[in-house]
């Protein structure tokens, strides 16, 4: 009876163990192992190769690989080529609910990116486009490895270069696995415009710039006083007398490529219109009222011709005709012109053929002379051919003019019909 009793207890404590779980599993009599440990890195060729074994090595196992079958042998080979985590299930042919399984993971290689920081580059595939620029470029490198190095050695993570070419940039992981990333940095030459047509203007006249080179340009911008706009040419603005301003122009090519230049525009001064003012009835002399600037008096219809040594602000016509003046500031060089001027006027008309019986005229070597039979105070001119005073003198008494050259003139006493004269040697 002892005999039975212990037969029962020693064939319940054999079951008590035979299905003694651990972590919900039946663990039996044979353990999975595997040659790597339960954690590694898919290895540089992006694969890793693992084996498993039991405790048992003389007997089969029905493998499995989460719910894929592996097969039926002693040990099972896997190779494992995506990161993540796996189950690998070792169950006894013999007896089916007796298995092992073990959780491996498999960690992803380092990721390594290179990549050239310069906005409004262009990107087409490792191949990357920018713009000269003398300050060079910024590549950007980035891994999640623990360490990284250039094709030209250690460095930091952004490199500053000055040349296109290939660089490569290397991660390096913890178990000496690298990635690498190359980008080819292809240099577009920055176009070097110019502006052309900029020179010294008088206000109130046209300026217009253009750029040198309009057809090789996609756009061309202008900024500044008095211009803006796409276009190959500007108006600038020349209303404002003495300034000088900056134009700006940003011509971009077919490659998106800019550049910008500048001209400095001056705008001289040009007088106000001159008016020309003339007495009464005969308008027999004109003024300009402006003074201080440079002179020419003009006759005629359209364009009018030049009469030759009028430029004085005073001019006294000789025949009937339109007559104006051209006003030139001395120190820009720029000319206003008054409007025509009819004038009925004819010298030759209001020619007296002797002063008056009590004045005495005198022409000789010396020059000409007047004496005043009166005490009153009078002006007299010497006027030329074209009109032009050559001579005035103011005087009670007697007037003297020396050195008149040879020719005709025209003697003038106050606002009196002038008296033809002729000067020899």
């Known amino acids: 009876m002892k005999n039975s009793v212990f037969s029962v207890w020693a064939t319940a404590l054999f079951f008590l163990l035979a299905f003694n779980k651990t972590n919900a599993q039946f663990s039996c009599m044979s353990n999975i192992h595997v040659s790597t440990g339960v954690s590694f890195v898919v290895d540089c060729s992006n694969q890793k190769v693992v084996t498993f074994t039991t405790d048992s090595l003389s007997r089969a196992y029905s493998w499995m690989i989460g719910s894929t079958p592996l097969g039926v042998a002693i ?7 995506t990161p993540g985590d796996y189950n690998i299930t070792a169950t006894d042919t013999m007896n089916s609910w007796c298995y092992d399984v073990v959780q491996i993971h498999a960690l992803p290689r380092p990721v390594t990116v290179v990549n050239v920081n310069v906005p409004g580059s262009t990107v087409i595939g490792n191949t990357t486009f920018v713009c000269s620029n003398p300050n060079g470029y910024s590549l ?3 891994t999640t490895g623990v360490s990284y190095y250039w094709d030209n050695g250690p460095g ?7 040349q296109g070419g290939v660089y490569i940039f290397t991660g390096v992981d913890s178990y000496g696995c690298t990635t690498s990333d190359t980008v080819n940095l292809v240099i577009w030459q920055s176009p070097t415009p110019a502006i052309i047509g900029n020179v010294p203007v008088c206000s109130g ?3 217009v710039l253009s750029v040198d080179s309009p057809t090789i340009y996609s756009s061309v911008n202008w900024s500044g006083v008095g211009t803006s706009g796409n276009s190959p040419t500007a108006s600038v603005n020349t209303t404002i007398n003495y300034a000088s301003y900056i134009v700006d122009m940003t011509a971009t090519d077919a490659n998106g490529c800019s550049a910008t230049t500048t001209a400095l525009v ?9 008016t020309v003012f003339s007495t009464s009835p005969v308008a027999c002399k004109m003024y300009d009222i402006h003074g201080g600037n440079l002179y020419q008096w003009m006759m005629g219809s359209g364009a009018g011709s030049i009469i030759p040594g009028a430029t004085s602000s005073v001019y006294y016509p000789t025949s009937p005709n339109y007559y104006w003046v051209v006003e030139t500031d001395i120190v820009s060089g720029c000319g206003s012109a008054s409007l025509p001027l009819w004038s009925d006027c004819n010298i030759a008309s ?26 009153e105070i009078h002006t007299v001119k010497v006027i030329d051919g074209i009109g032009q005073v050559v001579a005035t003198e103011t005087s009670s008494t007697e007037i003297l003019f ?6 005709i003139y025209f003697l003038r006493v106050d606002e009196k019909p002038a008296v033809k004269i002729a000067v020899r040697q």
């Open 205 to 207: 006249s046209s300026l």
């Open 75 to 81: 040990s099972m080979t896997v190779t494992i080529t």
């Open 402 to 407: 020396r050195n008149i050259k040879p020719g």
């Open 156 to 162: 930091p993570l952004i490199r500053h270069v000055f």
């Open 266 to 274: 001056t705008v001289k001064p040009t007088p106000l219109t001159p």
């Open 140 to 142: 950007n490198g980035n």
């Open 350 to 375: 209001g020619v007296d053929d002797e002063l008056d019986k009590k004045d005495k005229l005198k022409i000789s070597s010396e020059g000409i002379s007047i004496e005043f039979a009166d005490a």
